[in-house]
């Protein structure tokens, strides 16, 4: 089960771009990579989501590097609203497992 | 409904006793899972449905933990003798089917054990 590992922490002010770096050295063939944000007392919310290259959606974009074994997900012009844990997430779809990092916490600065 | 809800939002109990805590997914996602998030921690993934069959257990952290699925809707979570480790939130989070790639997640059940 590919385990996943994020910086703790990051702090960024409003209107800068943001980018957090999740490691995943064992990444299998059949994993994708997703990535989710989490508010204090809620439930984690997807972000965006990716196989391999780059995928970009209205919030952020995913870069994935031709080995896979760690992704990057960059916020543009980051608001304090956007202050959250992050969390990579490397599974398996149809295989059942799943592996949530500890998250990277997101301190937006004004 | 519009999203997934959770039951209990919250829930004390005492060392030893059995608690079940209760997920509604949306209307339609065939596929369940179940989280823990202890206090200042990640995820650790318990169970995942497809359906109401839960092909593999071995997520669950010991043979107190039980869970099921029926009617392809609600699931319910058993903790049974619940220890002061079992205090965690405990999500729930569904997908229209295992291969279509987004969680929604419900508010989650906290669960004290004093």
């Known amino acids: 089960l590919a385990k996943t590992t994020q910086p703790i922490s990051m702090d960024s002010y409003e209107g800068q771009e943001v980018n957090i770096t999740c490691s995943h050295n064992?990444?299998?063939?059949?994993?994708?990579i997703t990535w989710y944000q989490q508010f204090p007392s809620q439930g984690p919310r997807f972000i965006i989501q990716g196989y391999k290259t780059k995928v970009t959606n209205e919030v952020a974009s995913l870069f994935i590097p031709a080995d896979r074994k760690s992704s990057t997900l960059s916020l543009p012009r980051v608001s304090l609203s956007d202050t959250a844990v992050y969390y990579c997430?490397?599974?398996?779809?149809?295989?059942?497992?799943?592996?949530f990092g500890s998250g990277t916490k997101l301190n937006v600065k004004p | 409904g519009a999203g997934v809800s959770q039951s209990p939002s919250n829930k004390v109990t005492e060392k030893g006793k059995d608690v079940e805590l209760r997920c509604d997914p949306i209307?339609?996602?065939?596929?369940l899972y179940w989280y823990r998030q202890s206090l200042g921690q990640g995820l650790e993934f318990l169970i995942y449905?497809?359906?109401?069959?839960?092909?593999?257990k071995s997520g669950l952290p010991s043979d107190r933990f039980s869970a099921e699925r029926t009617g392809g809707s609600v699931s319910t979570l058993t903790i049974q003798r619940t220890q002061q480790e079992d205090s965690a939130v405990y999500l729930c989070?569904?997908?229209?089917?295992?291969?279509?790639?987004?969680?929604?997640f419900g508010p989650g059940t906290r669960l004290t054990v004093l």
């Open positions: 449905f497809q359906g109401n069959s839960a092909p593999d």
């Open positions: 997430l490397v599974g398996q779809y149809n295989f059942n497992k799943f592996y």
């Open positions: 989070a569904t997908e229209r089917d295992s291969s279509y790639n987004e969680q929604f």
């Open positions: 064992n990444i299998a063939t059949n994993d994708y």
């Open positions: 209307s339609g996602h065939t596929a």
